[in-house]
């Protein structure tokens, strides 16, 4: 079993964590001058989440939109990526992410996702979510 129980909670975490997210003076407004529009579309368990800066749309509607970056991977990766516990060159390496668009234009805003992986915490706990993996 995954990190997550099932998509209903992935969804209302990763769905409050990032309208928190997009709201956050060190990262949203940051976020929305990029530009930058991304597809998520994660397995196991599945769902996809699309933001830009109008918020989050998901499943159908969120594969109906035209993103600058699309990011496949599973659940268990994103829990770790929040978690800093993931090496993302590696991941990208070996495919456990995969991208379409430009990944370094990307990799360019890693640094500004810095204050994310504190609120991320603070959902784990809300959410009773493993931190320790």
Not at 58 to 80: F, K, Q, R
């Amino acid at each position: 079993m995954g990190y997550y129980r099932d998509a209903e909670q992935a969804r209302q975490v990763l769905g409050e964590f990032w309208s928190e997210l997009l709201e956050h003076p060190d990262v949203g407004a940051k976020l929305k001058e990029t530009g930058l529009t991304a597809l998520f579309r994660v397995s196991d368990p599945e769902f996809s989440m699309y933001i830009d800066e109008d918020g989050i749309r998901w499943d159908s509607e969120a594969n109906a939109m035209d993103p600058v970056l699309t990011l496949t991977m599973s659940a268990d990766t994103v829990h770790l990526f929040w978690l800093k516990k993931l090496n993302v060159a590696k991941a990208l390496a070996t495919r456990q992410v995969k991208t379409r668009g430009p990944v370094p234009k990307v990799m360019k805003l890693l640094p500004l996702l810095k204050p994310a992986n504190k609120v991320y915490l603070e959902y784990c706990r809300k959410y009773d979510l493993p931190t320790e993996v």
